[in-house]
């Protein structure tokens, strides 16, 4: 996209001036609660900003003192350096400490003859990963597991005090993000796990449909015999009342609910700032 391109899409952008300024404001000073700068769009990925915060909030009130994050797909690591990052600063805000783990072939991506990869829009070795770089920038913030995820999701494991509560999913393969879904059958989850789906997107070479990719995999999930021993669910998350309308990511984002949970039925919701309604 040349220079006129630029300034053509920023002059038909659907957000006003205003709010685009004050967002890189807030981006840059720290000022407000972190709910506050989450609804304003103050950080640079918002959709893990908000799964990661209202994960560690449920954890709250249920009585944890630490979650885990997972990223599926790390590829150049900028996702898993974000998501630590932002698990730091949650954790000074709310209590609650944030286990973040990525898992990544580090080849790139695989090769596949499964026509619901979408394999003439993502190519094999597509996004690899400088290991040695990326580890030491981490430096500690985050585990990094690699290997076929295939092989690396179903051996692992959340600590027993610090339940699942966030997927990251970018593995834009069907195949792949099918074999990774063995993470939300773990014992050790939160009763609503925030899922957040990079692959589905709009953009019009992809040609991609319902039939396809991670959309294709979310619907066989909520198939499979198996919820109906767990009583579970993955739908599209209905949680934006007060946030900008028209974010390119809400669409993205998704909800994992275990009916079936023992703590699903617990309030997790702050109630105590609200006034009593009065009669009219």
């Known amino acids: 996209m040349n220079l006129l391109d630029r ?9 006003p001036f205003r709010r ?15 709910e506050t700068r989450l609804r304003v769009g103050a950080f640079p990925r918002p959709h893990y900003a908000m799964c990661l915060y209202y ?19 790390v590829a150049g690591g900028s996702g898993l350096l974000c998501m630590s990052e932002l698990a730091r600063t949650i954790h000074k805000e709310l209590g609650v400490e944030i286990l973040v783990t990525g898992f990544d072939a580090g080849s790139g991506l695989p090769d596949s003859d499964d026509p619901r990869d979408v394999k003439y ?18 430096a500690g913030r985050a585990e990094l597991i690699i290997g076929d995820v295939a092989d690396t999701c179903p051996k692992w494991s959340p600590s027993a005090d610090a339940p699942l509560g966030v997927i990251a999913f ?35 070479q992809s040609c991609l449909t319902d039939f396809l990719g991670e959309a294709a995999a979310i619907e066989d999930f909520n198939r499979m015999p198996q919820r109906q021993v767990l009583g579970d669910n993955l739908s599209r998350a209905r949680v934006f009342g007060g946030y900008p309308i028209g974010e390119s990511w ?10 079936t949970h023992p703590q699903y039925n617990i309030s997790t919701y702050d109630r105590s700032s609200q006034e009593q309604l009065s009669l009219v």
């Open 20 to 34: 685009r300024l004050v967002r890189k404001l807030l981006s840059q000073v720290e000022i407000g609660s972190f």
């Open 121 to 138: 829009y993502w190519s094999a070795g597509a996004f690899p990963m400088n290991r040695q770089a990326l580890q030491s920038r981490l």
């Open 7 to 15: 300034f053509l899409v920023q002059l038909a952008h659907p957000l």
């Open 170 to 204: 970018d593995l834009d393969m069907y195949t792949s993000t099918m074999a990774t879904f063995s993470l939300l059958e773990k014992e050790r989850v939160l009763p609503r796990v925030w899922c957040y789906f990079d692959d589905i997107i709009d953009e019009p």
């Open 250 to 259: 809400h669409r993205k984002i998704y909800l994992y609910h275990r009916f």
């Open 55 to 73: 994960a560690a909030l449920q954890a709250k009130h249920l009585g944890y003192r630490a979650i885990s994050a997972v990223e599926l797909g």
